[in-house]
């Protein structure tokens, strides 16, 4: 089953101004993801945080993490027009079992 | 050339028909994995396997095989296609050091 769910599931801004998605998860977690999928194609990476992590940056992503309400957000600071993209976060189970557990994502549109 | 490559980008076949989606590797990773997305839903994990002699099933493997042939190659079978088998097939791998997973670009099928 999915592990959470993004909140929203479609967001609509203006280049310049900042995006935020949120994500819940369900289980205990080693870490939590962020990935980005342009239209129809494979995931790319953003940034990891553990589940010891409360706040972690990387350019112009901000990404927080809330243990005991299990849930996470990503900040896109002076959105682009090439931001726009579907945003998944995905956990690592805290017991062990491999591979990542993916919410439904966020679709990001960013209006020039 | 990309690290992470899958054959065939895009499949039609019809219910029944058995079915291999292939994935290969340059990056050296020992761990190997196959996800299934369906439209507006994040990935979930078909199969996956840390090395030639270790597989092990995901979420939701029933209707689907896989075999790792070598380090860098892992496939995934249907043994026997059904419509709701249409989806976005990908392949992802990662460094037994590592907690990022690198997708491949995906493999879309359509079982009519």
């Known amino acids: 089953s999915q592990q959470g769910e993004e909140d929203p599931q479609a967001l609509s801004i203006q280049e310049g101004e900042n995006a935020t998605m949120n994500c819940s998860y369900k289980?205990?977690?080693?870490?939590l993801q962020w990935y980005r999928q342009n239209s129809g194609r494979g995931l790319v990476h953003l940034i990891l945080i553990r589940s010891n992590e409360r706040e972690k940056h990387s350019g112009r992503l901000r990404v927080t993490l809330d243990t005991s309400k299990k849930s996470s957000s990503l900040l896109i600071t002076a959105s682009r027009a090439a931001d726009t993209a579907s945003y998944f976060c995905a956990t690592v189970d805290g017991g062990g079992a491999d591979g990542l557990t993916f919410g439904k994502g966020t679709h990001l549109i960013i209006q020039p | 050339d990309a690290d992470v490559t899958q054959t065939p980008r895009n499949r039609i076949t019809k219910t029944g028909k058995r079915i291999m989606l292939e994935c290969s590797q340059t990056?050296?990773?020992?761990?190997m994995y196959w996800y299934r997305q369906d439209p507006g839903l994040g990935l979930r994990l078909i199969y996956y396997s840390f090395d030639v002699k270790d597989i092990n099933k995901g979420e939701i493997s029933d209707g689907y095989s896989v075999s790792r042939q070598a380090q860098a190659k892992f496939s995934l079978s249907l043994e026997s296609a059904i419509p709701n088998q249409t989806a976005l097939y990908f392949c992802a791998t990662r460094g037994w050091a590592e907690e990022t997973q690198y997708f491949g670009p995906g493999t879309r099928l359509l079982v009519l």
């Open positions: 990056k050296g990773h020992d761990r």
């Open positions: 289980t205990s977690i080693n870490n």
